[in-house]
C-alpha cells in the first residue's frame, strides 16, 4: 500500500529523473533523419554532395550546413541544431533547401 508519506518521498525523486532526463535530451540531440517528413520535403541529405540536384536546383556546390545562416552550431562541429528541423541536431556537412549562406 502505497502511504502518503512513502508518495512525498517518491516525489522529489521522479521530479529529480525527470530534469536529468531532460537535461540530457537538450544536451544529445538525436541526428535529424533524411527519412523525416519534414526533412525529406526540404531535400535534407547529410552529404551536401548527395543533394537531390534535379529537384533542388537551386543547390550550388559547396554549400552545405556548416555555411549556412541557420546553423546553430559552433564553427568546427561535426553536427549542431538548426531551428528548421527543431530538437533534432544536422550535420555539418549536410544540405537543406531552405538554406541561406551565412553573411
Ligand atoms: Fe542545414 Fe541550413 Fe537547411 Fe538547417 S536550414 S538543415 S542549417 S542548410
Known sequence: MTTRRTFIQILPMAGALALTARG???????ALDPKDPQAAALG?????????????PKYAAG????SCQLFQGKAGDAAGP??????????????CSAY????
Open 100 to 103: 541561406a549562406k551565412k553573411a
Open 63 to 66: 554549400q552545405n550546413c556548416a
Open 82 to 95: 538548426c531551428p528548421i528541423f527543431a530538437g533534432k541536431k544536422v550535420s555539418a556537412k549536410g544540405w
Open 44 to 56: 535534407y541529405v547529410a552529404d551536401a554532395t548527395k543533394a537531390d540536384k534535379a529537384k533542388f
Open 24 to 30: 540530457a535530451l537538450a544536451a544529445d540531440a538525436a
